[in-house]
């Protein structure tokens, strides 16, 4: 679990209460309203907002002089580093509360997103696995899979309690089948994991396998538009946005 990950079972128990009350897309259109609001009244709660409308004036008076000024060079330097400067400071004051005001869109982005990007294939359901590399010694426990093609599996998706381990020549299991999340990707362990961490899990550092790569088959919310307009990303957002500028006005956010 990543560090974004760790409010995931609270929006998962969020998630179980909302589910016969409002369909997906509903759900996710609340998310996104909320996690707008919240943003935007953390962004508010601590930035200095009154420092931040003086920086802002100082600044178009700078602006205005440098436009109407008509003298030495040396002027305009000394105009233009204050400008600079201004602009600097208002900077410092509001990146810190900008960054606290994201965590909380952060954490609830890697949760739908492990939710939501795809469809946990059924029981019974054929499912393509490739390894890479491709020649990767490996194989299966049971073994009822059929024969790879360029390292490309078909496994039958198997039910709760019935597990289908993809094993190394070495004796240690790559993945384990059913997944609990729709992951399409279980890779090794990298840097950005202690961030956004793989519920899925993750392929052993010393495996000779580098990923496993499932087909599976993307969730469309929208049926209108590019295939990458019609996820949870463009109602999230959307609703996020419209949120988040309607506080912006109530609570006259600089």
């Known amino acids: 679990m990543g560090l974004f990950d760790v409010p995931a079972p609270l929006f998962a128990l969020v998630g179980a209460w909302l589910n016969p009350l409002l369909p997906d897309s509903a759900r996710i259109a609340l998310w996104g309203g909320v996690v707008g609001g919240?943003?935007?009244?953390?962004?508010?709660?601590?930035?200095?907002?009154?420092?931040?409308?003086?920086?802002?004036?100082?600044?178009?008076?700078?602006?205005?002089?440098?436009?109407?000024?008509?003298?030495?060079?040396?002027?305009?330097?000394?105009l233009t580093g204050e400008s600079l400067a201004l602009s600097l400071k208002e900077l410092s004051l509001v990146i810190g509360p900008a960054l606290a005001a994201s965590i909380p869109a952060l954490c609830l982005i890697a949760y739908l997103g492990n939710s939501y990007?795809?469809?946990?294939?059924?029981?019974?359901?054929?499912?393509?696995?490739r390894?890479?590399?491709?020649?990767?010694?490996?194989?299966w426990s049971p073994p009822s899979v059929l024969d790879p093609e360029g390292g490309v599996f078909r496994i039958q998706w198997p039910q709760s309690g019935h597990a289908i381990q993809l094993m190394s020549s070495r004796g240690g299991t790559l993945?384990?089948?059913?997944?609990?999340?729709?992951?399409?990707?279980?890779?090794?362990?990298?840097?950005?994991?202690?961030?956004?961490?793989?519920?899925?899990?993750?392929?052993?550092?010393?495996?000779?396998?580098?990923?496993?790569?499932?087909?599976?088959?993307?969730r469309e919310f929208l049926s209108v538009g590019p295939g990458w307009l019609r996820g949870w990303e463009t109602i999230f957002f959307f609703f996020a946005s419209i949120t988040a500028?309607?506080?912006?006005k109530l609570l006259v956010v600089q």
């Open 131 to 139: 390894v890479k590399p491709a020649d990767a010694a490996v194989h």
């Open 117 to 129: 990007d795809y469809y946990l294939p059924s029981a019974g359901t054929m499912v393509s696995v």
């Open 175 to 218: 993945a384990s089948f059913p997944l609990r999340k729709p992951i399409p990707n279980i890779q090794k362990f990298v840097w950005w994991n202690f961030l956004f961490g793989n519920p899925a899990g993750y392929v052993p550092a010393s495996a000779e396998v580098s990923s496993i790569e499932l087909k599976l088959t993307p």
């Open 38 to 78: 919240l943003a935007t009244t953390i962004y508010w709660l601590l930035s200095p907002q009154q420092r931040i409308v003086e920086i802002r004036a100082r600044a178009r008076v700078v602006r205005n002089a440098l436009l109407r000024y008509d003298g030495e060079f040396r002027g305009v330097l000394t």
């Open 245 to 248: 500028l309607t506080f912006r």
